[in-house]
């Protein structure tokens, strides 16, 4: 595999476009906005305490840095432009999201909720409502940990298939990374139709926070949870706070 700096360039350039675009038009959904307002609210109580907002910071501090260092020094070897069978590129993006979330469900099961790293998570734990902020306050041990491992899924899918990846197929599953583990955190109490897919996302992430002896250890979608037995029923929360 080569260096391709124009194809991490594009991946670099979609990935910032697409999730502004997809931000704009979540949004433009009233549900979505008002839900939106309900954790604005309870962020800012949460962000008001210094030490939390201190956590924040250093927190996506660790994170900006491990993104640009994957970017430049590795993410070109793994993506190219050349054109590649939907079929393919579609596979790509199940596979990487897969890799990572199996990788990331023993990681979470065995470290973070074992003995090793248990009071490393236990600051993200703190949240027992978690609300949008609380997918930042997280320990920059977990984030460099979580994060890497979702980065190094891309080279081995591209090496598993003889190939580098195609820049956006990647950048789509970034997409799929980034913002499903945003909504895990998310407050939403909409109505069951239509919206019944966003309240399960958040409910099942929401029963892990319950406290440290829950499951639901898989980020991305509950397979895992149900294939090890590890599985707990969605909660729901009446407001925010």
Same mark, same amino acid.
């Given at each position: 595999?080569?260096?391709? =700096? ?21 949004? *433009? ?17 949460? #962000? ?5 907002? /201190? ?25 190219? #432009? ?23 469900? =023993?990681?979470?099961?065995? &470290?973070?909720?074992?003995?090793? &790293? ?17 997918? *930042? ?9 979580? #994060? ?10 591209? =090496? ?19 913002? &499903? ?38 980020? &991305?979608?509950?397979?895992? /949870?149900? #294939? ?14």
């Amino acid at each position: 595999m080569t260096y391709d =700096w124009m194809a991490g360039i594009t991946y670099f350039v979609a990935m910032v476009a697409l999730t502004k675009l997809f931000t704009w038009a979540a949004f *433009q959904v009233p549900a979505f906005a008002e839900q939106r307002e309900l954790n604005r609210a309870v962020d800012k109580q949460k #962000l008001s305490r210094s030490r939390f907002k /201190d956590a924040v910071r250093v927190n996506m501090r660790a994170g900006m840095y491990l993104n640009f260092a994957f970017y430049f020094l590795v993410l070109p070897f793994c993506v190219s #432009l050349d054109p590649r069978p939907l079929w393919r590129s579609a596979v790509d993006v199940v596979a990487i999201l897969l890799v990572f979330d199996f990788m990331y469900y =023993w990681t979470h099961r065995l &470290l973070f909720h074992g003995k090793i &790293l248990r009071k490393v998570h236990s600051l993200h734990h703190q949240a027992r409502k978690p609300t949008f902020i609380d997918s *930042q306050y997280v320990h920059p041990i977990e984030t460099v940990i979580g #994060l890497g491992l979702f980065l190094i899924s891309i080279p081995i899918v591209a =090496w598993a298939g003889g190939a580098p990846v195609n820049a956006f197929a990647a950048v789509i599953a970034t997409l799929g990374f980034t913002q &499903l583990n945003t909504l895990n955190h998310v407050f939403t109490d909409l109505p069951k139709q239509p919206y019944k897919v966003v309240n399960y996302i958040t409910g099942v992430h929401a029963a892990h926070h319950v406290d440290m002896n829950q499951g639901n250890f898989a980020t &991305l979608t509950m397979f895992y /949870d149900w #294939l090890f037995g590890t599985y707990e029923k969605p909660v729901h929360r009446s407001s925010a706070g």
